[in-house]
């Protein structure tokens, strides 16, 4: 059995949402990518057990906020990344949900991830 987490990375922004999902990948993550809110909606419903989301706050299609809040109260770590300052995104996001601004190092996503797992998801 894997030990692998899995991460789901929603961003409509084709470049950010590969080299964040490749970063991932190269420290330990299984990712699964989304380039709107309901091809995000879909990956949860097939992969079954996704354990932290880093999801991109604005999409075109939809805001990104149902989906951030679904995932949180179904025991998902959630990271949200925004062009938005952080403190306007706050009221869009579940509570206890960190906000990163764009541009966010790869380092941050990373430690915020892993902090959110530890919080939301310890490992058994």
């Known amino acids: ?4 987490r899995t991460v789901l ?4 922004h084709d470049a950010i949402r590969e080299l964040v999902s490749q970063y991932l990948e190269s ?5 699964l990518s989304a ?5 995000a909606r879909r990956l949860v419903g ?5 354990e932290a989301a880093v999801v991109d706050l604005m999409m075109p299609e939809e805001a990104a906020c149902g989906l951030a809040h ?3 109260s179904s025991g998902t ?6 062009g938005m300052k952080a403190d306007t995104a706050r009221q869009f996001c579940p509570g206890g949900t960190p906000i990163l601004e764009k541009p ?21």
């Open 27 to 31: 420290v330990g993550y299984r990712c």
């Open 70 to 72: 679904e995932l949180a």
């Open 46 to 50: 097939l992969a079954g057990s996704i």
């Open 77 to 82: 770590a959630v990271i949200v990344v925004t």
């Open 1 to 4: 059995m894997s030990t692998r």
């Open 9 to 12: 990375v929603v961003e409509d």
């Open 104 to 124: 966010a190092a790869f380092w941050q996503i990373e430690e915020h991830l892993r902090r959110q797992l530890r919080a939301v998801r310890p490992v058994e």
């Open 35 to 39: 380039s709107s809110v309901s091809e």
